[in-house]
């Protein structure tokens, strides 16, 4: 059993929790991630490390409330427990050779992007923040990336606060602006990650992508993560984004089959998180 | 009296019945049958039967104990030789192992050697109250990597000697491929962890969510103290045929279809994760792990159930008493024949179609057999023009997994063959200094029971190398 040792909601569907798991707090690197579940019968699902404090023992999770298992993540607070949590897994984002550096964050995957930012920021690189949302209410950890980064662009899809538009817009306007980057990173939804290496591309910068498939073991047993790479002489490879990732070259990336395959259980997903919500409801 | 030419019959729930749940097939003897199935044995001088088993169990000498009625101490000599009897009794291809080997089956049916043993390690389990003595520690730290076969049988061997064992899991639950693989129909899961329980009375530690390779390295296993380790870690990677449509959504692996199904319980309707059910299902592949695929997509209510196996019926790898059990229950061998393509559904008209994306069917080529390839079996070659189409929803890929490459690493000096597979001696010593490997994780996908032989002589050479320290 792993003790919830805080949690803060970041907005209303967001929720940020330190989780006591010493030897995980050890190990975990920027881009790595780790697997829970909730309750005996819970499912397992992957989340990506927001941050650790080695000597706390405690890591960082920031999560989405999207379905029946982070609905039952939610309920729990401080000071309770949850069934199982292992990791890190997966390969850490690779740092180095990059002196400058743009990361391109969306919605709750702004919550992965930060410790990548922080980690380049102590490495001393210079780091470029774009971070975007679909409104104000949604907005996540600006504080936290104004720290970390030498520049800080905030986009709401609305226009309720800060710049109008998504986060290719800047994006754009930087690198057509004759602006460069040892790298862009991305991380957030499928199709914005689709859209930043198609911004990316013209420019030739490497662009790398952090993919979230659905899983279960973590460890390369199951292959439902896999994701297929197109490369350059024409050839497919598949790959299992939770030993092989989830970092990616987003150039390979067939982001569209990535997307069909997130869609798999949407129905299932569906009836769980109602039944979830009425289950609260009740209690 | 004279000598029954067949085997006592294992009573099974009806095929009509058992194919729409999950409760256990194989129900087991009763005192009088077992006695009397015992009692078939002819105690013959040259006991070719212990020779056939990979740990070498004392058969003759158990079912000796058993045509006395003395169950307890028929399962006291099994367990001299076999840390998981009720676990093999079930599991173990005795057809190509002890069985084989049996005086008896030269004229007759042999004797039935693994039922026997089924029953005397269930009459242990069902009467034993006395928890097993806890040997004096002998002041040995030993770390063991994997709670499968090979690794819970290492772990037995070496607590029952005395030594401080930790046993690191990566899943949430003891008992790697016999709690994720095996379905509960064929090994329901209270053996297993009754198995584990017993194994905690002796003094092993069970660390669960630990990920070696990630969480901790063997090197740092080293540094907390431990003398040795083991790895038994399983053929973790699932392998796929590159052929075209694989990523379609209802394609799995075996493990992962397995995976959903029993260790997280996707098969009740009220679990958490879900796993595509009903429609047809196609499963690629003729071992056990295809064998336990079909049966459980009948279970979770397939319409039609096919296995594909590009061999034939000769050839199928599968233990005996599963492949016939999968025919009475409806599973349909479309053998000889080999997947092509996967088909998937795309609605050119409206890309947000739901059905995008979901398989609709498998193309596959009928194949005869043609020389012997290095394996010695003949080689299947495909009849050009012969290719034809399944319609199906579901399709799992069984054909076999390569060993997680997680450990090799992060390991330095630890030394793997072309196909990932850890190389060791004959003791199951690595390449690195006090590191032993067994079961899966060198020999790729095999059986429970090779996997247990392996832990078996890893612990021996592990205690030889440690006791004079």
Known sequence: MYEIIRKRELNPTVTEMHILAPLVAKKAKPGQFIILRVDEEGERIPLTVAGTDPEKGTVRIIFQIVGATTAKLNHKNAGEFIQDFVGPLG????????????????????????????????????????????????????????ACSDRLIVMTDDGSYARQGNVTVPLKEMLEGGERFDEVITIGPLIMMKFVVAAVKPFGIPCTVSMNPIMIDGTGMCGGCRLTLLKEDGTRVTKFACVDGPDFNGYEVDFDEAMSRGRMYMHFEKRAYTEACNLFART | MPIDPKKHEMPTQAPEVRAHNFNEVALGYTEEVAVAEANRCLNCKNRPCVSGCPVNINIPDFIARMKEADFEGAYRIISESSSLPAVCGRVCPQESQCESK??????????????????????????????PIRPEPNGHRVAIV?????????????????????????????????????????????????EVETLKALGVDIETNVVIGKTLTVDELFDLGFEAVFIGSGAGLPNFMNIPG????????????LTRSNLMKAYRDDADTPIQ????????????????????ALRLGAEGVYIIYRRSMEELPARREEVEHAEEEGIEFNLLTNPVEILGFNNPEDPR?????????????????????????????????????????????????????????????????????????EDGLTSREHVYAGGDAVTGAATVISAMGAGKTAAKAIDEALAGK
């Open chain 2, 277 to 296: 059910k009903g429609g047809k299902t196609v499963v690629v592949g003729g071992g056990n792990v295809a064998m336990d695929a079909a049966r459980t």
């Open chain 1, 91 to 146: 390969e850490a984002t690779k740092t180095e050779g990059v002196k400058k550096v743009c990361i391109v964050g969306g919605g709750v995957g702004c919550a992965i992007a930060l410790p990548v930012a922080e980690e380049f920021h102590r490495l001393g690189a210079e780091v470029v923040s774009i971070i975007g949302f679909r409104s104000q209410d949604l907005l996540i950890l600006e504080d936290e990336f104004k």
């Open chain 2, 353 to 425: 179609d739901p059905r995008n994306g979901f398989v609709t069917g498998i193309r596959c080529i009928r194949m005869e057999l043609g020389e012997p390839d290095a394996s010695g079996r003949r080689r299947p070659v495909e009849i050009p023009g012969s290719e034809f189409e399944l319609h199906v929803d579901t399709v799992v890929m069984a054909i076999g997994t390569s060993p997680n490459p997680l450990i090799k690493n992060t390991t330095k000096g630890l030394e793997v063959n072309r196909r990932g597979g850890i190389i060791v001696t």
């Open chain 2, 102 to 131: 049996c005086t008896l089956g030269i004229k007759f049916e042999p004797v039935g050697i693994g039922r026997l043993e089924r029953f005397a390690a269930d009459y242990h389990n069902e009467h034993a109250e006395e928890a």
């Open chain 2, 246 to 257: 694989e990523s379609f959504k209802g394609v799995y692996s075996a493990n992962e279809f």
């Open chain 2, 146 to 194: 994997g709670s499968g076969p090979s690794g819970l049988t290492c772990a037995g061997d070496l607590a029952k000697k005395g030594y401080a064992v930790t046993v690191y899991e990566a899943l949430h639950t003891a008992g790697g491929v016999l709690v994720y693989g095996i379905p509960e129909f064929r090994l329901p899961k209270r053996i297993v962890a009754k």
